[in-house]
T-cell receptor, first 109, second 116 residues
Framework: EDKVVQSPLSLVVHEGDTVTLNCSYE??????LLWYKQEKKAPTFLFML????IEKKSGRLSSILDKKELFSILNITATQTGDSAIYLC?????????FGTGTSLTVIP | GAVVSQHPSWVICKSGTSVKIECRSL??????MFWYRQFPKQSLMLMAT?????????EQGVEKDKFLINHASLTLSTLTVTSAHPEDSSFYIC????????????FGQGTRLTVV
């Protein structure tokens, strides 16, 4: 059975801290791994990763994929209260996307 | 990124009535649309995969006759919750993917359904 597991389930940090969110997967016919940020409504797209070892970066956020060990990490540096959200990891196999349970991040001022 | 519009964003209905939710891809053609349900503080649960011009593929445990999905065109899919009950109250989100396989899925704004 295909699955995506995220850890930790929840995280509380202070502003300025750096956090690392983890996503491991077991998906047959892996095509891509995606990270989303979900605040009050629908998820917003952050990154799509298809190749191992190539870091994707957007401001304070970065992500990398390891296809050999079947995981990805999402890093957020110098966290701000606006980073508080649920971060979802999804893996696509060409037909559908399998979502992890998400990591709930709370950034305290 | 591509835009997916979902309507309505929230709806309240009485038990026993039906509710239709629309999902439109505004600036691209989506051969595949996905319908998810999300419970509070939980991740997205895939309900069904909708392919244009064919019957939707439902996930195990999702009632086909209760959650009717229609994908009549490359830009529109609808989810109809029939004979709604309070336990159907949830957040429903659609996403659409462009024709090329290895692309991200774009999400609609979601619909908060409350059945009273």
């Amino acid at each position: 059975e295909d699955k995506v597991v995220q850890s930790p389930l929840s995280l509380v940090v202070h502003e300025g801290d750096t956090v690392t969110l983890n996503c491991s997967y077991e998906v047959t016919n892996f095509r891509s791994l995606l990270w989303y940020k979900q605040e009050k409504k629908a998820p917003t797209f952050l990154f799509m990763l298809t190749s191992s070892g190539i870091e994707k970066k957007s401001g304070r956020l970065s992500s990398i994929l390891d296809k050999k060990e079947l995981f990805s990490i999402l890093n957020i540096t110098a966290t701000q209260t606006g980073d508080s959200a649920i971060y979802l990891c999804a893996v696509g196999d060409g037909n559908q996307f399998y979502f992890g349970t998400g990591t709930s991040l709370t950034v305290i001022p | 990124g591509a835009v997916v519009s979902q309507h309505p964003s929230w709806v309240i209905c009485k038990s026993g009535t039906s509710v239709k939710i629309e999902c439109r891809s505004l600036d691209f053609q989506a051969t595949t649309m996905f319908w998810y349900r999300q419970f509070p503080k939980q991740s997205l649960m895939l309900m069904a995969t909708s392919n244009e011009g064919s019957k939707a593929t439902y996930e195990q445990g999702v009632e086909k006759d209760k959650f009717l999905i229609n994908h009549a065109s490359l830009t529109l899919s609808t989810l109809t919750v029939t004979s709604a009950h309070p336990e159907d109250s949830s957040f429903y989100i659609c996403s659409a993917r462009v024709v090329v396989v290895n692309t991200e899925a774009f999400f609609g704004q979601g619909t908060r359904l409350t059945v009273v």
